[in-house]
C-alpha cells in the first residue's frame, strides 16, 4: 500500500488552481492504486500557528514549559508523523508575493527539526527524511520559471531547499503560471500542468498496481 500526503496551502478555497490540482493528482493515485493511503493536511483552510516565543523552545529542542509549547510540540510531532509515513508528498503551493504561503513555511518550520528529520555531522547538515518522491505544484499569476521575472522567484528554489535539507531530493515541479494573463492563457496553463502530473503518475510515481 503507498501512502500520499497532501498539504494544500492556498487560501483561496474552491477558487484555488493549486488545490484543484492536487484534487485531480490524488483521483488520479487513487484510481491507479485504490489501497493506497491519503492524508489530506490543509494547511491554507486550517493554518499551523507561526512559531512564537513560547513555541520556538518546543520545536527547537523538545522543551514544554506552557500548555501553548506542549501544543506545538504535539502537533510537530503529529506532522513529522505523517511526512514519514508517505511514500508520495505533495505540496500545493500557490505563490504570494514572489514567495511560498506563510502556512506552508509553517508546516515546515514545525517539521524541520534536528536530530528528527535532519541532523549535523561532521560533514555538515544531513537529512533524515529519505526514500521519498515529492511533487510540488506551483500556482503563479506571472512567468516566473524563465525570462526578466525569473529573478522574483523566491517560492521554488525555498522549497528546493527546505525539501532537500530534510533528505527529500527526488522532487519534481509542476507550474500552471501566467493565470493572470487572460482566460485563454490560464486555461492553456492548467491544462499543461494537468498533463504533466499524469506523465508523473505514470511514469514516475511507485504505485502498486
Do not use: C
Not at 522543551?63 to 508523523?81: C, D, F, Q, Y
Amino acid at each position: 500500500m503507498t501512502n500520499i500526503l497532501i498539504i494544500d496551502s492556498a487560501a483561496t478555497g474552491a477558487a484555488s488552481v493549486s488545490r484543484k490540482l492536487t484534487r485531480e493528482l490524488a483521483e488520479t493515485l487513487q484510481r491507479r492504486d485504490p489501497s493506497a493511503r491519503i492524508v489530506h493536511r490543509d494547511v491554507g483552510a486550517a493554518p499551523i500557528p507561526h512559531l512564537t516565543e513560547a513555541t520556538v523552545p518546543a520545536i527547537r529542542a523538545g522543551l514544554v514549559e506552557s500548555p501553548e509549547a506542549e501544543r506545538a510540540l504535539a502537533l510537530s510531532n503529529e506532522l513529522i508523523a505523517e511526512l514519514k509515513d508517505a511514500d508520495v508528498i505533495v505540496i500545493g503551493a500557490p505563490m504570494y508575493n514572489f514567495g511560498m504561503p506563510s502556512t506552508l513555511k509553517a508546516w515546515f518550520d514545525h517539521v524541520l527539526r534536528a536530530g528528527i528529520t535532519f541532523r549535523y555531522s561532521e560533514a555538515g547538515p544531513e537529512g533524515l527524511v529519505t526514500g521519498k518522491k515529492a511533487i510540488v505544484i506551483e500556482a503563479r499569476a506571472g512567468l516566473y520559471s524563465e525570462g526578466p521575472a525569473a529573478a522574483f522567484d523566491s517560492q521554488e528554489p525555498h522549497l528546493r531547499t527546505l525539501l532537500g535539507f530534510m533528505g527529500v531530493t527526488d522532487v519534481s515541479f509542476v507550474r500552471a503560471e501566467k493565470l493572470a494573463f487572460g482566460p485563454e492563457a490560464a486555461a492553456a496553463a492548467i491544462e499543461k500542468a494537468t498533463a504533466d502530473l499524469a506523465r508523473i503518475a505514470d511514469i514516475e510515481l511507485p504505485l502498486a498496481a
